[in-house]
């Protein structure tokens, strides 16, 4: 089973945490940290799930998500926003941009596992940190 997650994050410290989290509970991990690699790596590797930044330098998340999902290539799948903004409404906007679900930033490891096995299964327990 394909157990690949894109994460498109631009702060290192994040994109970090969220690597290093996924691949001690047995996931490959790709990264990008701007929309435009993100889309182009999502084109080409064709990840399980897509973890996305919504403010990213030019592009923001919400519009690479907007591309994805308007490629029959990527439409399905699943992205999952990473966000600082979890503002009344923010969750409407999210969903509207074809978001599949969003996890509030800073996250907790065990919510991320849990969310990530939700949509794709296949999550062991990390280790505690």
């Known amino acids: 089973m394909n157990k690949t997650i894109l994460i498109v994050e631009d702060n290192p410290a994040n994109l970090m ?32 799930l897509i973890l996305m930044d919504i403010q990213l330098p030019g592009m ?41 679900g969003y996890i509030p930033k800073p996250f907790n490891y065990k919510d991320l596992l849990a969310r990530v096995a939700t949509m794709i299964g296949g999550a062991q327990e990390a280790p505690s940190p």
């Open 17 to 48: 945490l969220a690597t290093t989290v996924l691949e001690h509970a047995g996931y490959q991990v790709l990264s990008s940290e701007t929309a435009a690699d993100a889309i182009a790596k999502a084109m080409t590797e064709m990840p399980r």
């Open 60 to 100: 923001s998340g919400l519009d690479a998500t907007r591309q994805l999902k308007a490629e029959p290539a990527t439409a399905g799948i699943p992205v999952i926003a990473l966000t600082a903004f979890a503002m009344k409404g923010d969750d409407e906007r999210i969903l509207e941009a074809g978001c599949d």
